[in-house]
T-cell receptor
Framework: EPEVTQTPSHQVTQMGQEVILRCVPI?????FYWYRQILGQKVEFLVS????????KSEIFDDQFSVERPDGSNFTLKIRSTKLEDSAMYFC?????????????FGEGSRLTVL | QKEVEQNSGPLSVPEGAIASLNCTYS??????FFWYRQYSGKSPELIMS????GDKEDGRFTAQLNKASQYVSLLIRDSQPSDSATYLCAVNGAGRRALTFGSGTRLQVQP
């Protein structure tokens, strides 16, 4: 069964360091998303991406964050200078072109710990 | 502020009983409504979607939507211990592609 894959599963970094989280969405999907979930809190939307550009972003997605689709398969989230409060599980999700807007397929997540 | 509200629980039901999970939302223009299940330490998994008022059944799951009351619910019949998880209500606001999630209701099914 096709799935969204994310790497790394867990990353520990020092405050101020740059982090890149990687995602391989399902191959025929055209809409890509990043969400995050701070431990014990709700799943929060960060950004959506379609046709090689950001289609929507939340107030969380400030200048410290960027997304990129560097090739035909990967979708990355970069955090330029990590802060303690960036510690969270980051989920990549995708959906197919004809799929309904909320029917997302999530990856297993990348846990980011900022020390 | 656009919000999706859920009782955090835990909701504890015996095996075989009906579990009833509720959600309210504040954006009256919301169009699409979803229930995701999240096991501890895992990612959300879509279990139901509903777009129009009324009931929608899929196996042991029934989603109910009342747009006038801005209320969505999920019923799980014949609850099993494997249903023990956090259930997330998610809503698409008007004109938005992104989902807004509630904080989830933790369900415990007692064997």
């Amino acid at each position: 069964e096709p799935e969204v894959t994310q790497t790394p599963s867990h990353q520990v970094t020092q405050m101020g360091q740059e982090v890149i989280l990687r995602c391989v969405p399902i191959s025929n999907h055209l809409y890509f998303y990043w969400y995050r979930q701070i431990l014990g809190q709700k799943v929060e939307f960060l950004v959506s991406f379609y046709n090689n550009e950001i289609s929507e972003k939340s107030e969380i997605f400030d200048d410290q964050f960027s997304v990129e689709r560097p090739d035909g398969s990967n979708f990355t989230l970069k955090i330029r200078s990590t802060k303690l409060e960036d510690s969270a599980m980051y989920f990549c999700a995708s959906r197919e072109a004809g799929g309904l807007t909320g029917e997302l397929f999530f990856g297993e997540g990348s846990r980011l710990t900022v020390l | 502020q656009k919000e999706v509200e859920q009782n955090s629980g835990p909701l504890s039901v015996p095996e075989g009983a009906i579990a009833s999970l509720n959600c309210t939302y504040s954006d009256r223009g919301s169009q699409s409504f979803f229930w995701y299940r999240q096991y501890s330490g895992k990612s959300p998994e879509l279990i139901m979607s509903i777009y129009s008022n009324g009931d929608k059944e899929d196996g042991r799951f029934t989603a109910q939507l009342n747009k006038a009351s801005q209320y969505v619910s999920l019923l799980i019949r014949d609850s099993q211990p494997s249903d023990s998880a956090t259930y997330l209500c998610a809503v698409n606001g008007a004109g938005r592609r992104a989902l807004t999630f509630g904080s989830g209701t933790r369900l415990q099914v007692q064997p």
